[in-house]
Each structure stands twice: as C-alpha cells, then as structure tokens.
T-cell receptor
Framework: ETGVTQSPTHLIKTRGQQVTLRCSSQ?????VSWYQQALGQGPQFIFQ???????GRGNFPPRFSGLQFPNYSSELNVNALELDDSALYLC???????????FGPGTRLTVL | AQSVTQLGSHVSVSEGALVLLRCNYS??????LFWYVQYPNQGLQLLLK??????LVKGINGFEAEFKKSETSFHLTKPSAHMSDAAEYFC???????????FGKGTRLSVIA
C-alpha cells in the first residue's frame, strides 16, 4: 500500500511568485489536510478537503487556496509569495474527517 | 480555542535513561490528544493517541503517555532511551476526532551515548 506522497520535495521561489504543491493521498482515503510548519515551530492547520469540498480552514489568508480532485489527490496553491511563507508544507490524508491522519514527507518551500 | 504547551524545546538524556517529554493542553471540550515524532527530513509519524477510555496509552517504540484531566497534561515517557529515539516530538490536541490538529512547538530529544 502506497503512503502519502508529496511533490516536489524542495522548491525555491521569489517573493510575489505563485506556487503549487501536490499531494497524493493514501489509497482509500477521501480526506486531505494541509499544514504549514515554519522552522522551529509545530505544524499549523491550513485547510482540509473532504470529497472535493473544503471542510475547514485555519487562520491563513485567501492567497492560500486548495483543490481536491476526484481521485482525492490535492493541491495547495499560494499566490503572491512572501518571505514568511518559507516553511515545510505537510499533507495528511485520512479515511474520513474523524480518522487518523497519515502524513507525507512534506515539501520544503524557500521564498527568496 | 485549543492550545498546546510543550515544556522544554530541547531535552537531552543518556542512552538507557528515562525519557520524559511534557505536554499541557487547554481545551473547552473533552480533548483528543496525540504524540507525533518527526525524524529529520521526514513527515510526522503517530506515536500514540488518547481518545476515550483508559488514561494510560501505550504507543509504538516503547513510548506511553498518561492523560491527566485534573492537570490538563499528557506527558510522554519511555523507560529506557535508545539512540534511535533522537528526533523532534510534537504533542497535538483536537476536539473533533482527528482534525484539525493543534500542535505544540515541539521538543527536540537528543540521546547521548
């Protein structure tokens, strides 16, 4: 059984650019959550998608947006990148919104 | 609003010594509590979780944690540290089953030979 995968592994962007991060959920999982982990901090909840609909959002501005596809894979889009967006972005999938989350290895985004 | 406080950003123990990582939480409803471990350049792995029932929870790799409602604590312990336990540990709380998770800032565990 394939676990949660994320791409790319690392990414470098400049301020003002846009970025798309991708997540493939574990087989059979219909829920994907995204977290931002800044250096030296714990992960912070960005939003969750359940069956292609947003199902909760943390305290992040609208330039953070997402998408979930019919196969339950997901994208995180960040517009107008800022230096503070530099972080490890973690994706987690679960069987449904109340079940254990399984985390991917993350995408390290650096904004210069 | 929920929150998690992990006391000590860095804990260092000798190999074979007791590991104790502290976590206190605040929640207005009965909490779901979790401990995750993160190895360098990897994602989070669930060590153990408390939902309901027995307050002493056993997890993987010999770790356990005890939910103490009166102290709003969920400290993580392991009787004997191993070099492979060196990692970052995160305590998390949720009031809706497993999501969304609110994490503490983490405690880096170093194990000295």
């Amino acid at each position: 059984e394939t676990g949660v995968t994320q791409s790319p592994t690392h990414l470098i962007k400049t301020r003002g650019q846009q970025v798309t991060l991708r997540c493939s959920s574990q087989s059979g999982h219909n829920t994907v959550s995204w977290y931002q982990q800044a250096l030296g901090q714990g992960p912070q909840f960005i939003f969750q998608y359940y069956r292609e609909e947003e199902n909760g959002r943390g305290n992040f501005p609208p330039r953070f947006s997402g998408l979930q596809f019919p196969n339950y894979s997901s994208e995180l889009n960040v517009n107008a990148l800022e230096l503070d967006d530099s972080a490890l972005y973690l994706c987690a999938s679960s069987l449904d919104t109340l079940r254990e989350q399984f985390f991917g290895p993350g995408t390290r985004l650096t904004v210069l | 609003a929920q929150s998690v406080t992990q006391l000590g950003s860095h804990v260092s123990v000798s190999e074979g010594a007791l590991v104790l990582l502290r976590c206190n939480y605040s929640s207005s409803v009965p909490p779901y509590l979790f401990w995750y471990v993160q190895y360098p350049n990897q994602g989070l792995q669930l060590l153990l979780k408390y939902t309901t029932g027995a307050t002493l929870v056993k997890g993987i790799n010999g770790f356990e944690a005890e939910f103490k409602k009166s102290e709003t604590s969920f400290h993580l312990t392991k009787p004997s540290a191993h070099m492979s336990d060196a990692a970052e540990y995160f305590c998390a709380v949720s009031d809706k089953g497993n999501t969304p998770l609110v994490f503490g800032k983490g405690t880096r565990l170093s194990v000295i030979a």
